[in-house]
């Protein structure tokens, strides 16, 4: 038995869990034990937490605190999920989520064994190992770190993308996935649905998608590829019904580059001219965010956030 506490002083939030003990003055027998979160010395500074419609928002001090309490938000998830017999997950990759999947590999005593993971899209005709490939991203960041039951990759450079697709689909209907981690283009995109893709209504699970010049241009800012004309034109990619379909999304938005369609996405109506702003309607997602990516919003930075549906 374990019993967790939050302990929130101002501009701080420190976690942590007290297991069995020996005591007398202690009302369960065994041994105690405390488990700190974040785990090391910074202590993870909470900034604000507040909603906008259904959506909630944190705001932390760095990249790095974000991602470490976006992380922790997954371990509870998968661990509810385990004693509830479904341990489906889909995971994104890009640079937004690199401080989030590093810190939940390191978060010990996980029932990884048990998952069965997916992501979320792929370039077409590159390969795995490419150094850009998804697949090949995840191997880095997720597979080879840890010991994850079941991982399914999306394989952007088959022959046969229909068959792909339909196998794809038919895998994440089996699995019914619980939780997904996910984060937002600089477009507003949801995976690869960029705005004149985007479909709130698809009957598609994954589809193939032309992606857009800012989306392109995107991944040469983040390094992935040298020139515009080498980021691959299509993509796989789930669509935007599959992935709020999940009962559960951890969204992880760190970065200045980010701070615009942050912005967007908490501010503007809801509509495919901004994908993201869909969030806003779904019963249990959670923007994860840094300084700079809430630095469009001063009011966020305050704790003060008015917004409408």
Same mark, same amino acid.
């Given at each position: 038995?374990?019993?967790?506490?939050?302990?929130?002083?101002?501009?701080?939030?420190?976690?942590?869990?007290?297991?069995?003990?020996?005591?007398?003055?202690?009302?369960?027998?065994?041994?105690?034990?405390?488990?700190?979160?974040?785990?090391?010395?910074?202590?993870?500074?909470?900034?604000?937490?507040?909603?906008?419609?259904?959506?909630?928002?944190?705001?932390?001090?760095?990249?790095?605190?974000?991602?470490?309490?976006?992380?922790?938000?997954?371990?509870?998830?998968?661990?509810?999920?385990?004693?509830?017999?479904?341990?489906?997950?889909? *995971?994104? $990759?890009? !640079?937004?989520?690199?401080?989030?999947?590093?810190? &939940? @590999?390191?978060?010990?005593? #996980?029932?990884? /064994?048990?998952?069965?993971?997916?992501?979320?899209?792929?370039?077409?005709?590159?390969?795995?190992?490419?150094?850009?490939?998804?697949?090949?991203?995840?191997?880095?960041?997720?597979?080879?770190?840890?010991?994850?039951?079941?991982?399914?990759?999306?394989?952007?450079?088959?022959?046969?993308?229909?068959?792909?697709?339909?196998?794809?689909?038919?895998?994440?209907?089996?699995?019914?996935?619980?939780?997904?981690?996910?984060?937002?283009?600089?477009?507003?995109?949801?995976?690869?649905?960029?705005?004149?893709?985007?479909?709130?209504?698809?009957?598609?699970?994954?589809?193939?998608?032309?992606?857009?010049?800012?989306?392109?241009?995107?991944?040469?800012?983040?390094?992935? *590829?040298? $020139?515009? !004309?080498?980021?691959?034109?299509?993509?796989?990619? &789930? @669509?935007?019904?599959?992935? #709020?379909?999940? /009962?559960?999304?951890?969204?992880?938005?760190?970065?200045?580059?980010?701070?615009?369609?942050?912005?967007?996405?908490?501010?503007?109506?809801?509509?495919?001219?901004?994908?993201?702003?869909?969030?806003?309607?779904?019963?249990?997602?959670?923007?994860?965010?840094?300084?700079?990516?809430?630095?469009?919003?001063?009011?966020?930075?305050?704790?003060?956030?008015?917004?409408?549906?």
């Amino acid at each position: 038995m374990a019993v967790r506490f939050e302990v929130t002083v101002p501009s701080r939030i420190d976690i942590f869990e007290l297991q069995r003990c020996n005591s007398q003055h202690w009302p369960w027998p065994g041994r105690l034990s405390l488990t700190f979160w974040p785990p090391h010395k910074e202590i993870a500074m909470l900034i604000s937490k507040m909603e906008a419609g259904t959506l909630k928002l944190e705001v932390h001090d760095t990249a790095a605190a974000a991602g470490q309490a976006a992380a922790y938000a997954a371990a509870e998830a998968i661990r509810q999920a385990s004693r509830n017999g479904n341990l489906g997950v889909i *995971f994104a $990759t890009g !640079t937004s989520q690199l401080e989030t999947l590093r810190a &939940l @590999t390191s978060i010990p005593n #996980l029932p990884w /064994p048990e998952i069965t993971g997916f992501h979320m899209d792929e370039y077409v005709g590159i390969s795995d190992q490419h150094p850009a490939s998804f697949r090949r991203y995840l191997r880095t960041e997720l597979t080879e770190r840890v010991p994850i039951g079941r991982f399914y990759e999306i394989n952007g450079s088959s022959a046969q993308l229909a068959e792909t697709q339909l196998e794809y689909a038919r895998l994440l209907k089996e699995s019914a996935p619980q939780i997904c981690l996910l984060g937002i283009g600089e477009n507003g995109h949801l995976a690869f649905n960029d705005p004149h893709e985007a479909n709130f209504t698809d009957p598609e699970i994954i589809r193939v998608v032309n992606l857009d010049e800012a989306c392109r241009r995107q991944q040469v800012g983040e390094g992935w *590829f040298k $020139t515009v !004309t080498d980021v691959p034109q299509q993509a796989l990619t &789930l @669509t935007i019904p599959t992935l #709020l379909s999940v /009962p559960k999304l951890i969204v992880s938005v760190p970065g200045k580059r980010k701070a615009k369609s942050v912005r967007r996405t908490v501010e503007d109506p809801i509509s495919t001219a901004c994908p993201s702003t869909i969030l806003r309607t779904h019963p249990d997602a959670t923007l994860y965010l840094d300084r700079e990516s809430a630095g469009d919003m001063p009011g966020v930075l305050a704790g003060n956030l008015r917004t409408s549906m």
